[in-house]
Protein backbone atom coordinates (compact mmCIF):
# COMPACT_ATOMS: atom_id res chain seq x y z
CA UNK A 1 0.00 0.00 0.00
CA UNK A 2 2.79 2.12 -0.26
CA UNK A 3 2.15 5.48 -2.12
CA UNK A 4 -1.89 5.12 -1.18
CA UNK A 5 -2.38 8.87 -0.58
CA UNK A 6 -0.28 10.10 -3.17
CA UNK A 7 -1.71 11.97 -6.15
CA UNK A 8 -5.26 13.66 -7.04
CA UNK A 9 -6.55 13.17 -10.13
CA UNK A 10 -9.82 14.57 -10.91
CA UNK A 11 -10.05 12.64 -14.41
CA UNK A 12 -9.69 8.72 -14.68
CA UNK A 13 -9.20 7.62 -10.94
CA UNK A 14 -11.82 10.20 -9.68
CA UNK A 15 -13.63 9.49 -13.02
CA UNK A 16 -14.31 5.80 -12.28
CA UNK A 17 -14.76 6.95 -8.21
CA UNK A 18 -17.84 9.23 -9.72
CA UNK A 19 -18.94 6.10 -11.40
CA UNK A 20 -19.56 4.11 -8.60
CA UNK A 21 -20.92 7.33 -6.70
CA UNK A 22 -23.38 8.05 -8.98
CA UNK A 23 -23.95 4.55 -10.78
CA UNK A 24 -27.66 5.56 -11.30
CA UNK A 25 -27.19 8.12 -13.66
CA UNK A 26 -24.83 6.68 -15.99
CA UNK A 27 -24.88 6.09 -19.63
CA UNK A 28 -26.31 2.37 -20.55
CA UNK A 29 -22.88 1.67 -22.50
CA UNK A 30 -20.22 2.39 -19.51
CA UNK A 31 -23.21 0.72 -17.40
CA UNK A 32 -23.25 -2.65 -18.57
CA UNK A 33 -19.66 -2.75 -20.06
CA UNK A 34 -17.98 -2.52 -17.09
CA UNK A 35 -21.18 -3.52 -14.98
CA UNK A 36 -19.53 -5.64 -12.12
CA UNK A 37 -17.03 -3.28 -11.57
CA UNK A 38 -19.53 -0.39 -10.93
CA UNK A 39 -21.61 -2.10 -8.54
CA UNK A 40 -18.61 -3.20 -6.86
CA UNK A 41 -17.46 -0.05 -6.58
CA UNK A 42 -21.33 1.18 -5.28
CA UNK A 43 -20.58 -1.30 -2.61
CA UNK A 44 -17.26 -0.53 -1.46
CA UNK A 45 -18.28 2.89 -0.77
CA UNK A 46 -20.61 1.27 2.07
CA UNK A 47 -18.13 0.34 3.85
CA UNK A 48 -16.93 1.89 6.84
CA UNK A 49 -14.19 4.18 6.05
CA UNK A 50 -14.72 4.67 2.32
CA UNK A 51 -16.04 7.31 1.86
CA UNK A 52 -13.09 9.40 1.18
CA UNK A 53 -10.39 8.86 -1.07
CA UNK A 54 -8.13 7.87 0.78
CA UNK A 55 -10.07 5.27 2.35
CA UNK A 56 -11.51 3.62 -1.32
CA UNK A 57 -8.09 3.07 -2.37
CA UNK A 58 -6.98 1.32 0.88
CA UNK A 59 -9.38 -1.20 0.12
CA UNK A 60 -8.90 -1.41 -3.56
CA UNK A 61 -5.28 -2.08 -2.95
CA UNK A 62 -5.91 -5.35 -1.57
CA UNK A 63 -6.66 -6.96 -4.82
CA UNK A 64 -3.37 -6.25 -6.19
CA UNK A 65 -2.28 -8.37 -3.00
CA UNK A 66 -4.66 -11.02 -3.09
CA UNK A 67 -3.18 -11.36 -6.95
CA UNK A 68 0.12 -11.79 -6.07
CA UNK A 69 -0.74 -14.20 -2.65
CA UNK A 70 -2.48 -16.57 -5.08
CA UNK A 71 -0.02 -16.52 -7.67
CA UNK A 72 3.04 -17.10 -5.39
CA UNK A 73 1.10 -19.93 -3.46
CA UNK A 74 0.19 -21.45 -6.98
CA UNK A 75 3.72 -21.15 -8.44
CA UNK A 76 5.14 -22.76 -5.68
CA UNK A 77 4.63 -26.07 -6.86
CA UNK A 78 6.81 -25.28 -9.53
CA UNK A 79 10.06 -22.76 -8.93
CA UNK A 80 11.73 -21.47 -5.99
CA UNK A 81 9.90 -18.80 -4.02
CA UNK A 82 12.73 -16.48 -4.02
CA UNK A 83 12.40 -16.75 -7.80
CA UNK A 84 8.47 -15.98 -7.66
CA UNK A 85 8.94 -13.26 -4.71
CA UNK A 86 11.18 -11.28 -7.40
CA UNK A 87 9.02 -11.95 -10.34
CA UNK A 88 6.01 -10.22 -8.15
CA UNK A 89 8.33 -7.49 -6.82
CA UNK A 90 8.30 -6.29 -10.29
CA UNK A 91 4.73 -7.02 -11.30
CA UNK A 92 3.99 -5.18 -8.06
CA UNK A 93 6.21 -1.92 -8.86
CA UNK A 94 5.36 -1.83 -12.56
CA UNK A 95 1.65 -1.28 -12.06
CA UNK A 96 0.64 2.23 -13.21
CA UNK A 97 -2.99 2.36 -13.26
CA UNK A 98 -5.19 3.79 -9.85
CA UNK A 99 -6.28 1.41 -7.43
CA UNK A 100 -9.47 2.73 -8.03
CA UNK A 101 -10.37 1.84 -11.19
CA UNK A 102 -12.07 -1.46 -10.69
CA UNK A 103 -12.57 -2.91 -14.15
CA UNK A 104 -8.58 -2.91 -14.41
CA UNK A 105 -7.68 -4.95 -11.51
CA UNK A 106 -11.15 -6.95 -11.19
CA UNK A 107 -10.17 -7.85 -15.00
CA UNK A 108 -7.01 -9.16 -13.61
CA UNK A 109 -8.07 -10.76 -10.17
CA UNK A 110 -10.71 -12.69 -12.00
CA UNK A 111 -8.23 -13.26 -15.05
CA UNK A 112 -5.56 -14.51 -12.58
CA UNK A 113 -7.54 -16.25 -10.66
CA UNK A 114 -9.19 -17.82 -13.70
CA UNK A 115 -5.98 -19.47 -15.15
CA UNK A 116 -4.77 -20.48 -11.59
CA UNK A 117 -8.43 -22.57 -11.45
CA UNK A 118 -7.90 -23.60 -15.45
CA UNK A 119 -4.20 -25.13 -14.73
CA UNK A 120 -5.04 -27.13 -11.37
CA UNK A 121 -7.56 -28.53 -13.33
CA UNK A 122 -5.62 -29.73 -16.29
CA UNK A 123 -2.96 -31.23 -14.01
CA UNK A 124 -4.96 -32.31 -11.15
CA UNK A 125 -6.19 -36.02 -10.78
CA UNK A 126 -8.55 -35.08 -7.99
CA UNK A 127 -12.13 -32.89 -8.73
CA UNK A 128 -10.75 -32.01 -12.20
CA UNK A 129 -13.80 -30.93 -13.59
CA UNK A 130 -14.96 -28.76 -10.73
CA UNK A 131 -11.64 -26.78 -11.26
CA UNK A 132 -12.77 -26.32 -14.88
CA UNK A 133 -15.93 -25.20 -13.76
CA UNK A 134 -14.89 -22.69 -11.62
CA UNK A 135 -12.00 -21.58 -13.72
CA UNK A 136 -14.93 -21.44 -16.49
CA UNK A 137 -16.82 -19.01 -13.93
CA UNK A 138 -14.42 -16.26 -13.04
CA UNK A 139 -13.63 -16.01 -16.93
CA UNK A 140 -17.62 -15.87 -17.48
CA UNK A 141 -17.55 -12.97 -14.44
CA UNK A 142 -14.63 -11.16 -15.90
CA UNK A 143 -17.07 -10.86 -19.05
CA UNK A 144 -19.27 -8.89 -17.03
CA UNK A 145 -16.34 -7.08 -15.27
CA UNK A 146 -15.51 -5.68 -18.60
CA UNK A 147 -16.74 -6.96 -21.44
CA UNK A 148 -13.80 -6.97 -23.81
CA UNK A 149 -12.43 -9.81 -21.34
CA UNK A 150 -14.56 -12.16 -23.40
CA UNK A 151 -11.46 -11.86 -25.37
CA UNK A 152 -10.18 -14.33 -22.24
CA UNK A 153 -12.18 -17.07 -23.33
CA UNK A 154 -9.15 -17.54 -25.86
CA UNK A 155 -7.70 -19.10 -22.98
CA UNK A 156 -9.19 -22.11 -23.24
CA UNK A 157 -6.46 -22.73 -25.85
CA UNK A 158 -4.30 -23.78 -22.86
CA UNK A 159 -6.32 -26.76 -22.30
CA UNK A 160 -6.16 -28.00 -25.96
CA UNK A 161 -2.41 -27.32 -25.74
CA UNK A 162 -2.12 -29.82 -23.12
CA UNK A 163 -3.67 -32.16 -23.98
CA UNK A 164 -1.72 -32.23 -27.36
CA UNK A 165 1.65 -32.52 -25.78
CA UNK A 166 0.17 -35.09 -23.37
CA UNK A 167 -1.56 -37.01 -26.12
CA UNK A 168 -5.01 -36.97 -24.19
CA UNK A 169 -7.80 -39.00 -25.74
CA UNK A 170 -9.84 -36.06 -27.54
CA UNK A 171 -13.17 -36.96 -26.01
CA UNK A 172 -11.65 -36.62 -22.96
CA UNK A 173 -10.27 -33.19 -24.02
CA UNK A 174 -13.98 -32.07 -25.03
CA UNK A 175 -15.17 -33.17 -22.02
CA UNK A 176 -13.09 -30.79 -20.22
CA UNK A 177 -13.55 -28.25 -22.21
CA UNK A 178 -17.59 -28.71 -21.54
CA UNK A 179 -17.08 -28.31 -18.08
CA UNK A 180 -15.13 -24.93 -18.91
CA UNK A 181 -18.11 -23.79 -20.99
CA UNK A 182 -20.45 -24.92 -18.35
CA UNK A 183 -18.89 -22.78 -15.75
CA UNK A 184 -18.49 -19.50 -18.14
CA UNK A 185 -22.08 -19.97 -18.73
CA UNK A 186 -22.61 -19.80 -15.40
CA UNK A 187 -20.39 -16.96 -14.14
CA UNK A 188 -21.99 -14.36 -17.29
CA UNK A 189 -25.37 -16.02 -16.75
CA UNK A 190 -25.83 -15.14 -13.22
CA UNK A 191 -25.03 -11.81 -12.84
CA UNK A 192 -26.79 -10.68 -16.73
CA UNK A 193 -30.23 -12.51 -15.26
CA UNK A 194 -29.99 -10.14 -12.62
CA UNK A 195 -29.66 -6.98 -15.05
CA UNK A 196 -32.45 -8.59 -16.86
CA UNK A 197 -34.52 -8.20 -13.58
CA UNK A 198 -33.40 -4.99 -12.67
CA UNK A 199 -33.69 -3.31 -15.98
CA UNK A 200 -35.43 -5.18 -18.06
CA UNK A 201 -34.77 -7.91 -21.17
CA UNK A 202 -32.64 -5.98 -23.27
CA UNK A 203 -30.99 -2.79 -21.10
CA UNK A 204 -27.96 -4.92 -20.94
CA UNK A 205 -27.57 -6.02 -24.86
CA UNK A 206 -28.71 -2.54 -25.66
CA UNK A 207 -26.05 -1.06 -23.40
CA UNK A 208 -23.24 -3.46 -25.19
CA UNK A 209 -24.13 -2.49 -28.85
CA UNK A 210 -23.42 1.26 -27.89
CA UNK A 211 -20.20 -0.21 -27.81
CA UNK A 212 -19.84 -1.34 -31.19
CA UNK A 213 -20.67 1.91 -32.29
CA UNK A 214 -18.76 3.81 -30.50
CA UNK A 215 -15.58 3.71 -32.86
CA UNK A 216 -17.12 6.38 -35.25
CA UNK A 217 -15.93 8.99 -33.46
CA UNK A 218 -13.18 6.59 -31.51
CA UNK A 219 -10.92 5.08 -34.05
CA UNK A 220 -8.26 3.97 -31.44
CA UNK A 221 -11.35 1.66 -30.14
CA UNK A 222 -11.79 -0.02 -32.77
CA UNK A 223 -10.39 -3.91 -33.65
CA UNK A 224 -7.92 -2.31 -36.25
CA UNK A 225 -7.26 0.55 -34.25
CA UNK A 226 -6.75 -1.20 -30.52
CA UNK A 227 -4.22 -4.07 -32.91
CA UNK A 228 -2.29 -1.04 -34.59
CA UNK A 229 -1.27 0.57 -31.09
CA UNK A 230 -0.24 -2.49 -29.68
CA UNK A 231 2.18 -3.70 -32.92
CA UNK A 232 3.24 0.09 -32.58
CA UNK A 233 4.31 -0.52 -29.25
CA UNK A 234 6.62 -3.85 -29.58
CA UNK A 235 7.79 -1.98 -32.88
CA UNK A 236 8.89 1.01 -31.24
CA UNK A 237 10.62 -1.75 -28.06
CA UNK A 238 12.26 -3.87 -30.85
CA UNK A 239 14.00 -0.57 -32.47
CA UNK A 240 15.64 0.10 -29.28
CA UNK A 241 16.26 -3.89 -28.47
CA UNK A 242 18.11 -3.81 -32.24
CA UNK A 243 21.81 -2.81 -31.16
CA UNK A 244 21.48 -5.98 -28.33
CA UNK A 245 21.79 -7.99 -31.55
CA UNK A 246 25.52 -6.85 -32.52
CA UNK A 247 26.08 -6.56 -29.22
CA UNK A 248 25.66 -10.15 -28.00
CA UNK A 249 27.27 -11.50 -31.15
CA UNK A 250 29.99 -9.51 -30.77
CA UNK A 251 30.44 -11.03 -26.86
CA UNK A 252 30.24 -14.78 -28.42
CA UNK A 253 32.44 -13.62 -30.74
CA UNK A 254 35.03 -12.91 -28.20
CA UNK A 255 34.19 -15.83 -25.87
CA UNK A 256 34.62 -18.39 -28.99
CA UNK A 257 38.39 -16.13 -29.46
CA UNK A 258 41.16 -18.67 -28.06
CA UNK A 259 38.06 -20.40 -26.07
CA UNK A 260 38.60 -21.59 -22.46
CA UNK A 261 41.41 -18.79 -21.71
CA UNK A 262 40.77 -15.48 -20.32
CA UNK A 263 37.20 -16.27 -19.09
CA UNK A 264 37.03 -13.95 -16.44
CA UNK A 265 38.81 -10.82 -18.17
CA UNK A 266 36.42 -11.55 -21.07
CA UNK A 267 33.43 -11.84 -18.44
CA UNK A 268 34.66 -8.15 -17.01
CA UNK A 269 35.22 -7.07 -20.56
CA UNK A 270 31.71 -7.97 -21.99
CA UNK A 271 29.80 -6.29 -18.52
CA UNK A 272 31.98 -2.94 -18.92
CA UNK A 273 30.30 -3.70 -22.51
CA UNK A 274 26.99 -3.36 -21.43
CA UNK A 275 27.59 -0.60 -18.95
CA UNK A 276 28.23 1.90 -21.81
CA UNK A 277 25.02 0.02 -23.05
CA UNK A 278 22.85 1.11 -20.27
CA UNK A 279 24.97 5.15 -20.44
CA UNK A 280 23.78 4.64 -23.75
CA UNK A 281 19.72 4.11 -23.14
CA UNK A 282 19.60 6.32 -20.30
CA UNK A 283 21.24 9.26 -22.89
CA UNK A 284 18.79 8.81 -25.47
CA UNK A 285 15.77 8.58 -23.41
CA UNK A 286 14.96 4.72 -23.77
CA UNK A 287 15.33 4.59 -19.66
CA UNK A 288 14.75 7.92 -18.03
CA UNK A 289 15.13 9.14 -14.42
CA UNK A 290 11.89 10.80 -14.68
CA UNK A 291 10.14 8.40 -11.83
CA UNK A 292 7.13 10.27 -12.13
CA UNK A 293 6.41 9.24 -15.10
CA UNK A 294 5.82 5.93 -17.43
CA UNK A 295 8.79 6.38 -19.73
CA UNK A 296 11.24 5.77 -16.32
CA UNK A 297 10.41 1.98 -16.94
CA UNK A 298 8.05 1.07 -20.15
CA UNK A 299 10.74 -0.02 -22.47
CA UNK A 300 12.65 -2.08 -19.39
CA UNK A 301 9.52 -3.34 -19.26
CA UNK A 302 8.36 -4.20 -22.63
CA UNK A 303 12.03 -5.34 -23.64
CA UNK A 304 11.47 -8.03 -20.83
CA UNK A 305 8.18 -8.73 -21.63
CA UNK A 306 9.48 -9.56 -25.30
CA UNK A 307 12.12 -11.53 -24.31
CA UNK A 308 9.33 -13.43 -22.35
CA UNK A 309 7.42 -13.97 -25.56
CA UNK A 310 10.78 -15.69 -26.97
CA UNK A 311 11.40 -18.17 -23.96
CA UNK A 312 7.89 -18.87 -23.79
CA UNK A 313 7.57 -19.89 -26.86
CA UNK A 314 10.89 -21.93 -26.76
CA UNK A 315 9.33 -23.46 -23.75
CA UNK A 316 6.01 -24.11 -25.14
CA UNK A 317 7.98 -25.32 -28.12
CA UNK A 318 9.69 -28.18 -25.49
CA UNK A 319 13.31 -27.21 -26.78
CA UNK A 320 13.93 -26.94 -22.41
CA UNK A 321 13.26 -30.58 -22.12
CA UNK A 322 11.20 -29.89 -19.25
CA UNK A 323 7.94 -31.83 -17.98
CA UNK A 324 5.04 -31.36 -19.86
CA UNK A 325 3.18 -28.91 -16.58
CA UNK A 326 6.28 -26.41 -17.69
CA UNK A 327 5.62 -26.60 -21.09
CA UNK A 328 2.23 -25.61 -20.92
CA UNK A 329 2.85 -22.85 -18.09
CA UNK A 330 4.84 -21.55 -20.73
CA UNK A 331 2.57 -21.54 -23.22
CA UNK A 332 -0.14 -19.89 -20.39
CA UNK A 333 2.90 -16.98 -20.06
CA UNK A 334 2.67 -16.66 -24.04
CA UNK A 335 -1.72 -16.69 -23.92
CA UNK A 336 -1.33 -14.06 -21.10
CA UNK A 337 1.38 -11.44 -22.80
CA UNK A 338 -0.85 -11.94 -26.22
CA UNK A 339 -4.80 -12.12 -25.03
CA UNK A 340 -4.15 -9.44 -21.86
CA UNK A 341 -3.38 -5.89 -24.14
CA UNK A 342 -6.87 -7.14 -26.85
CA UNK A 343 -9.47 -4.89 -25.96
CA UNK A 344 -7.51 -1.85 -25.01
CA UNK A 345 -6.57 1.50 -26.50
CA UNK A 346 -3.54 1.56 -24.38
CA UNK A 347 -0.74 0.13 -26.28
CA UNK A 348 0.47 -2.62 -24.16
CA UNK A 349 0.16 -0.78 -20.58
CA UNK A 350 -2.21 -3.40 -19.50
CA UNK A 351 0.31 -6.02 -19.99
CA UNK A 352 2.05 -3.83 -17.22
CA UNK A 353 -0.43 -4.26 -15.13
CA UNK A 354 -0.80 -8.29 -15.30
CA UNK A 355 2.54 -9.35 -14.81
CA UNK A 356 1.95 -11.71 -11.73
CA UNK A 357 1.63 -14.89 -13.31
CA UNK A 358 4.00 -14.10 -16.43
CA UNK A 359 7.18 -12.72 -14.53
CA UNK A 360 7.94 -15.48 -12.29
CA UNK A 361 7.17 -18.03 -15.12
CA UNK A 362 9.75 -15.72 -16.82
CA UNK A 363 12.35 -15.77 -14.80
CA UNK A 364 11.60 -19.55 -14.23
CA UNK A 365 11.94 -20.32 -18.30
CA UNK A 366 15.38 -17.89 -18.39
CA UNK A 367 16.78 -20.30 -15.84
CA UNK A 368 15.85 -23.78 -17.72
CA UNK A 369 17.13 -21.85 -20.47
CA UNK A 370 20.73 -21.34 -18.86
CA UNK A 371 20.04 -25.33 -17.63
CA UNK A 372 19.14 -26.68 -21.44
CA UNK A 373 22.13 -24.66 -22.79
CA UNK A 374 25.20 -25.85 -20.74
CA UNK A 375 27.99 -24.37 -19.42
CA UNK A 376 29.49 -23.24 -22.87
CA UNK A 377 30.97 -19.83 -21.55
CA UNK A 378 29.64 -18.14 -25.01
CA UNK A 379 26.54 -18.24 -23.25
CA UNK A 380 27.46 -15.69 -21.12
CA UNK A 381 26.60 -12.93 -23.77
CA UNK A 382 22.95 -13.44 -24.25
CA UNK A 383 22.80 -14.45 -20.02
CA UNK A 384 24.33 -10.70 -19.28
CA UNK A 385 21.80 -9.73 -21.73
CA UNK A 386 19.21 -10.32 -20.28
CA UNK A 387 19.83 -10.10 -16.68
CA UNK A 388 21.17 -6.47 -17.44
CA UNK A 389 17.28 -5.95 -18.89
CA UNK A 390 16.25 -7.54 -15.57
CA UNK A 391 18.60 -5.45 -13.00
CA UNK A 392 17.71 -2.45 -15.00
CA UNK A 393 14.08 -3.42 -14.87
CA UNK A 394 13.96 -4.00 -10.95
CA UNK A 395 15.83 -1.02 -9.95
CA UNK A 396 13.55 1.16 -12.50
CA UNK A 397 10.16 -0.52 -11.46
CA UNK A 398 11.25 0.00 -7.60
CA UNK A 399 12.14 3.84 -8.18
CA UNK A 400 8.45 4.53 -10.49
CA UNK A 401 6.62 2.96 -7.62
CA UNK A 402 7.97 5.46 -5.22
CA UNK A 403 8.02 7.89 -7.36
CA UNK A 404 5.08 8.07 -9.83
CA UNK A 405 0.83 9.16 -9.01
CA UNK A 406 -1.32 8.83 -12.22
CA UNK A 407 -1.62 12.29 -14.04
CA UNK A 408 -0.92 14.52 -10.71
CA UNK A 409 2.77 15.92 -10.87
CA UNK A 410 3.17 13.87 -14.53
CA UNK A 411 5.34 16.77 -14.97
CA UNK A 412 8.01 16.20 -12.08
CA UNK A 413 6.15 18.82 -10.54
CA UNK A 414 6.57 17.29 -6.56
CA UNK A 415 3.70 16.75 -4.81
CA UNK A 416 4.21 18.50 -1.33
CA UNK A 417 0.64 19.91 -0.51
CA UNK A 418 -2.73 18.70 1.24
CA UNK A 419 -6.12 19.81 1.11
CA UNK A 420 -8.59 20.87 3.34
CA UNK A 421 -11.67 19.43 1.27
CA UNK A 422 -13.15 15.87 2.90
CA UNK A 423 -12.99 13.49 0.30
CA UNK A 424 -9.67 14.34 -0.23
CA UNK A 425 -8.19 14.56 2.83
CA UNK A 426 -4.62 13.25 3.57
CA UNK A 427 -3.98 12.87 0.03
CA UNK A 428 -1.02 14.58 -1.13
CA UNK A 429 -0.78 16.70 -4.38
CA UNK A 430 0.73 19.39 -6.17
CA UNK A 431 0.90 23.06 -4.75
CA UNK A 432 -0.98 23.91 -7.96
CA UNK A 433 -3.69 21.50 -7.93
CA UNK A 434 -4.22 21.70 -4.10
CA UNK A 435 -4.34 25.70 -4.31
CA UNK A 436 -7.30 25.11 -7.66
CA UNK A 437 -8.95 23.03 -6.20
CA UNK A 438 -9.22 24.66 -2.82
CA UNK A 439 -10.24 27.98 -4.92
CA UNK A 440 -13.09 26.19 -6.55
CA UNK A 441 -14.07 24.65 -3.28
CA UNK A 442 -14.65 28.38 -1.98
CA UNK A 443 -16.68 29.16 -4.77
CA UNK A 444 -19.03 26.71 -4.92
CA UNK A 445 -19.38 27.14 -0.98
CA UNK A 446 -19.67 30.94 -1.08
CA UNK A 447 -22.32 30.25 -4.01
CA UNK A 448 -24.78 27.67 -2.55
CA UNK A 449 -23.65 25.42 -5.28
CA UNK A 450 -22.39 22.06 -3.26
CA UNK A 451 -24.47 19.00 -3.73
CA UNK A 452 -26.22 20.80 -6.67
CA UNK A 453 -26.66 18.62 -10.07
CA UNK A 454 -23.89 19.46 -12.57
CA UNK A 455 -22.79 19.38 -15.66
CA UNK A 456 -19.05 19.09 -16.07
CA UNK A 457 -16.61 19.73 -19.46
CA UNK A 458 -13.20 19.20 -20.08
CA UNK A 459 -11.34 16.66 -18.25
CA UNK A 460 -12.74 17.18 -14.95
CA UNK A 461 -14.77 14.31 -14.05
CA UNK A 462 -13.75 13.95 -10.21
CA UNK A 463 -15.22 17.33 -9.43
CA UNK A 464 -18.58 15.51 -9.04
CA UNK A 465 -17.03 12.80 -6.77
CA UNK A 466 -15.18 15.49 -5.09
CA UNK A 467 -17.98 17.89 -4.17
CA UNK A 468 -20.87 15.77 -4.36
CA UNK A 469 -22.87 17.17 -7.59
CA UNK A 470 -24.85 14.97 -9.30
CA UNK A 471 -24.31 14.72 -12.72
CA UNK A 472 -27.17 16.25 -14.52
CA UNK A 473 -26.28 14.11 -17.93
CA UNK A 474 -25.40 10.34 -18.20
CA UNK A 475 -21.71 10.73 -17.80
CA UNK A 476 -19.18 13.52 -16.34
CA UNK A 477 -16.82 13.27 -19.10
CA UNK A 478 -18.68 13.86 -22.23
CA UNK A 479 -15.54 15.54 -24.07
CA UNK A 480 -13.96 12.09 -24.37
CA UNK A 481 -14.54 10.84 -27.89
CA UNK A 482 -16.25 7.69 -27.00
CA UNK A 483 -19.01 10.03 -26.42
CA UNK A 484 -20.37 10.67 -29.37
CA UNK A 485 -21.60 14.49 -30.14
CA UNK A 486 -25.28 13.25 -30.85
CA UNK A 487 -25.50 11.96 -27.52
CA UNK A 488 -24.10 14.85 -25.85
CA UNK A 489 -26.63 17.16 -27.88
CA UNK A 490 -29.62 14.53 -26.97
CA UNK A 491 -29.11 15.00 -23.41
CA UNK A 492 -28.76 18.78 -23.20
CA UNK A 493 -32.32 18.61 -24.89
CA UNK A 494 -33.90 16.10 -22.32
CA UNK A 495 -32.13 18.39 -19.62
CA UNK A 496 -33.47 21.53 -21.35
CA UNK A 497 -37.70 20.14 -20.89
CA UNK A 498 -36.64 18.70 -17.22
CA UNK A 499 -37.88 20.28 -14.18
CA UNK A 500 -34.59 21.66 -13.43
CA UNK A 501 -32.91 23.00 -16.75
CA UNK A 502 -30.07 24.74 -15.43
CA UNK A 503 -27.55 22.93 -13.52
CA UNK A 504 -24.60 24.16 -12.50
CA UNK A 505 -21.58 24.21 -15.15
CA UNK A 506 -17.77 23.82 -14.45
CA UNK A 507 -15.54 23.90 -17.46
CA UNK A 508 -12.05 22.85 -17.37
CA UNK A 509 -9.68 24.96 -18.91
CA UNK A 510 -7.13 22.57 -19.50
CA UNK A 511 -9.00 20.69 -22.50
CA UNK A 512 -7.64 17.84 -23.95
CA UNK A 513 -7.15 17.39 -28.00
CA UNK A 514 -10.18 14.99 -28.80
CA UNK A 515 -10.99 15.04 -32.44
CA UNK A 516 -14.64 16.31 -31.22
CA UNK A 517 -14.22 18.53 -28.08
CA UNK A 518 -14.46 21.98 -30.34
CA UNK A 519 -18.00 21.05 -31.78
CA UNK A 520 -19.22 19.64 -28.11
CA UNK A 521 -17.76 23.31 -26.31
CA UNK A 522 -19.55 24.77 -29.14
CA UNK A 523 -23.05 23.47 -28.35
CA UNK A 524 -22.26 23.45 -24.47
CA UNK A 525 -21.88 27.31 -25.04
CA UNK A 526 -25.13 27.26 -26.96
CA UNK A 527 -26.85 26.01 -23.89
CA UNK A 528 -25.40 28.26 -21.59
CA UNK A 529 -26.00 31.23 -23.28
CA UNK A 530 -29.46 29.94 -24.87
CA UNK A 531 -30.64 29.20 -20.55
CA UNK A 532 -29.59 32.50 -18.94
CA UNK A 533 -26.45 31.37 -17.27
CA UNK A 534 -23.96 33.92 -15.99
CA UNK A 535 -20.47 32.96 -15.59
CA UNK A 536 -19.80 33.55 -11.68
CA UNK A 537 -15.54 32.64 -12.10
CA UNK A 538 -13.17 32.31 -14.23
CA UNK A 539 -9.52 31.40 -12.30
CA UNK A 540 -6.73 30.02 -13.94
CA UNK A 541 -8.04 26.55 -14.36
CA UNK A 542 -11.59 26.51 -13.84
CA UNK A 543 -14.88 29.01 -14.98
CA UNK A 544 -18.01 28.21 -13.29
CA UNK A 545 -21.54 28.90 -14.56
CA UNK A 546 -24.79 29.38 -12.70
CA UNK A 547 -28.04 31.36 -12.94
CA UNK A 548 -28.75 34.21 -10.16
CA UNK A 549 -31.70 32.92 -8.88
CA UNK A 550 -29.54 30.26 -6.64
Same mark, same amino acid.
Given at each position: ?? +???? +??????? &? !?????????????????????????? +??????????????????????????????? !?????? @??????????????????????????????? /? @?????????????? =???????????????? =??????????????????? /?????????????????????????????????????????????????? #? $???????? #??????? $? %????????? $????????? /?????? *?????????????? %??????????????????????????? !?????????????????????????? /????????????? *????? %??????????????????????????????????? %???????????????????????????? #???????? @????????????????????????????????????????????? +??????????? =????? @???????????????????????????????????????????? &??? !??????????? &??????????????????????????
Amino acid at each position: MI +GVNQ +GLDISDT &M !YSLANFEFIETLNPMWLFSTYFSNVT +GALIMHLPGSGTMLGFSIYCSFVTSIIALFS !YYFLKK @FMPGWMIFIGEFIAESICFSPRVILYNYLTY /L @FFTLGTILLLVGIF =GWKRQNLYLFFAGIFL =GLNVMVRFPNIVETSLILV /LWFYGFVTKDRFSEVIKRTGFCILGFLAGFGLPFLYTVIKYGPTAYIQGI #A $GLFGMTEG #ASDYSSG $G %MIGLILEAY $GTTLSNMFI /LVPCIA *AGIIMFLLIPEKYV %MIKKILYVCGILVLTKYYFSTGVFTRN !YYYYDSMFQAAMMFIIFGIILSVTGS /LGVLNGSRQEQTL *AFTAL %MLILITPIGSNNYTFPILNNMFLIAPIVLWLFRRM %MQRAGEAHFNFAWQAVFTFILIVLFIQG #AFFHFGYS @FMDGADGTPRDSLVSIDKAKHMVTTQYNAETLEELSLVLKENNLL +GTKVILFGGIP =GISYL @FDMTPAIDTTWPDLDSYSIENFDNQLMDLSVSEAPTPTVIIGKD &MAD !YANIGMKYDIL &MDYIINHGYNKIFEGERFMVFAQNDR
